[in-house]
């Protein structure tokens, strides 16, 4: 489970992720309504009650059909009121949740969350699906670097296991171990980038991170079919100077495919190239 906030209208709202479904505090709206006002209220409604129901039938093949039923016949009746927690217990329902302790409060589903916002107002609703949407968007970029960053590091287990295997010497002290190490990584920097990653750091002293922190998705991609491919080359035995100009051609060429690609640009999630 994960929690972010987004801003809406000025009110903090808390979004949960839980079993890969987002969720939306209604407890956190509610702040932005005007006058006393109670989720209960809003669940005794009949319009509410219709669409919970039929947004159960459609997503949850646990619902209970008899008790949804039984509320519904009441709903909107003045003597009738229910709460989160008896709608969940009598019908199994999975799209509301009242929680507890440190994310206590009501959370709906992403859908019913955006139902519930028009009980706020109709602008409410508005900014918060528009808020919403900017929250997936930045964790989709977020998510796509990650996954190009865990791609090379993949791909980099493969290349130092060749190296390992084939170019450390036995009984070498593990300071000349990662001296071959960086060797061989810097290999790859400069049949990409043109720089070590030293020559990297002194032009940017003041810059956190290393040389590949700040390449875009292109370069990425192309480092990870690098370090492959320096793996093979380690195996067949070939020198590491024929293997730079092997390399080097390579990603010139592959380059120049990866940036004239739009799916790949896109894997960029706003990163500047």
């Known amino acids: 489970m994960s929690n972010k906030k987004i801003e809406v209208k000025g009110t903090l709202v808390t979004v949960l992720t839980m079993d890969d479904m987002d969720f939306i505090s209604l407890t956190d709206m509610l702040k932005a309504k005007d006058g006393d006002f109670f989720i209960s209220d809003w669940l005794r409604n009949r319009n509410t009650v219709e669409f919970l129901g039929i947004w159960e039938q459609v997503h949850n093949p646990n619902f209970n059909y008899g008790e949804f039923a039984a509320i519904k016949s009441q709903a909107g009746l003045n003597s009738y009121k229910i709460s989160v927690k008896e709608w969940v217990e009598k019908t199994n329902a999975i799209g509301l949740v009242a929680k507890a302790g440190r994310y206590g409060g009501t959370y709906a589903h992403k859908d019913i969350a955006f139902e519930f916002g028009m009980w706020i107002s109709a602008e409410f609703k508005i900014y918060l699906i528009k808020e919403f949407q900017r929250l997936k968007e930045a964790e989709a970029g977020q998510l796509g670097w990650d996954i190009r960053r865990n791609l090379t590091k993949i791909n980099y287990r493969i290349h130092t296991d060749a190296i390992k295997a084939h170019l450390i010497p036995a ?88 940036l004239a690609d739009k799916s790949v640009q896109r894997l960029d999630g706003g990163k500047k190239p």
């Not at 020559?199 to 003041?206: C, I």
């Not at 956190?208 to 370090?227: F, H, P, T, Y």
Request: proline fraction near 1%.
């Open 171 to 258: 009984e070498l002290t593990s300071a000349q171990t990662s001296q071959i190490y960086a060797s061989e990584a810097d290999l790859l920097n400069m049949a990409l980038f043109g720089l070590t990653a030293q020559q990297w750091r002194d032009a940017h002293p003041g810059q956190k991170g290393n040389i590949r922190d700040e390449a875009n998705a292109a370069q990425l991609v192309c480092l990870a079919n690098l370090e492959t491919l320096n793996a093979h080359f380690i195996q067949q035995g070939l020198a590491q100077s024929e293997r730079l100009k092997l390399l080097n051609q390579t990603a010139i060429g592959q380059m120049t495919l990866l």
